[in-house]
Structures are given as structure tokens and as C-alpha cells.
Nanobody, 127 residues
Framework: QVQLVESGGGLVQAGGSLRLSCAAS????????MGWFRQAPGKEREFVAA????????YYADSVKGRFTISRDNAKSTIYLQMNSLKPEDTAVYYC????????????????????WGQGTQVTVSS
């Protein structure tokens, strides 16, 4: 069975950096799309970044473009989210997600399109 395990969250001051990791197991993920989402208290889960595992192609939400970087390590079957220049509004629980099939081949911004989810890791940015 697919298992996604996030780590790397924590408390950081505004302007600081964190790197989140998502260790993926239970499948060969070379054909998968991987995503990072976040959810703040009282808000809906929102898209942060996505990556096509086969090509390394990436896509970002406008709110994080230029500050966050999604990447992969094939040997470790791990996805990363490098977060720089963090802002208080980045405070949320961050989730890793995997999508096994895309009919169009396009990456999705919608949580409902992803099949597997991690348990989440808390990121808190203080002002």
C-alpha cells in the first residue's frame, strides 16, 4: 500500500527557511504526480506545488512562486519542499499527496484529484 510520510515542519521566524520531506513507499512512483498542499485553521486545503516524477516538471501557486521549490530524490523515493523567505501567512499544516493517473497528463491543483495523502506536518511562522 502507498504510504507518504512528511517531516521537517516546525517553528521559524518570518524570513527564515524550512525544508519539508515526503518519503514515499509502496509503489514505483515514476509515473506519479506529486503535490504539496497546505491547510490553515478555518480554511480550505490549498495547492502549493506539484511535480511530475518522471520529468521533474514543476508547478507552483502564485503565492509561493519564487520562494518555494519542489524537488525529488529518485534514489530515496522522496519529495522535498524547500521554503525560503517564509511569511506568517505560510503558517499551516502541510500535506504531501500522490496522484496515480492523469488522463490529460496535466498536473492538478485540486485536492480531490490526488489519491494518497500523508498525515501532515505543522509549519508555524512567527512575525
Amino acid at each position: 500500500q502507498v504510504q507518504l510520510v512528511e517531516s521537517g515542519g516546525g517553528l521559524v521566524q518570518a524570513g527564515g527557511s524550512l525544508r519539508l520531506s515526503c518519503a514515499a513507499s509502496g509503489r514505483t512512483f515514476s509515473s506519479y504526480h506529486m503535490g504539496w498542499f497546505r491547510q490553515a485553521p478555518g480554511k480550505e486545503r490549498e495547492f502549493v506545488a506539484a511535480l511530475k516524477w518522471s520529468s521533474g516538471l514543476t508547478y507552483y501557486a502564485d503565492s509561493v512562486k519564487g520562494r518555494f521549490t519542489i524537488s525529488r530524490d529518485n534514489a530515496k523515493s522522496t519529495i522535498y519542499l524547500q521554503m525560503n523567505s517564509l511569511k506568517p501567512e505560510d503558517t499551516a499544516v502541510y500535506y504531501c499527496a500522490a496522484r496515480s493517473f492523469s488522463r490529460t497528463g496535466l498536473m492538478s491543483l485540486f485536492p480531490a484529484d490526488y489519491d494518497y495523502w500523508g498525515q501532515g506536518t505543522q509549519v508555524t511562522v512567527s512575525s
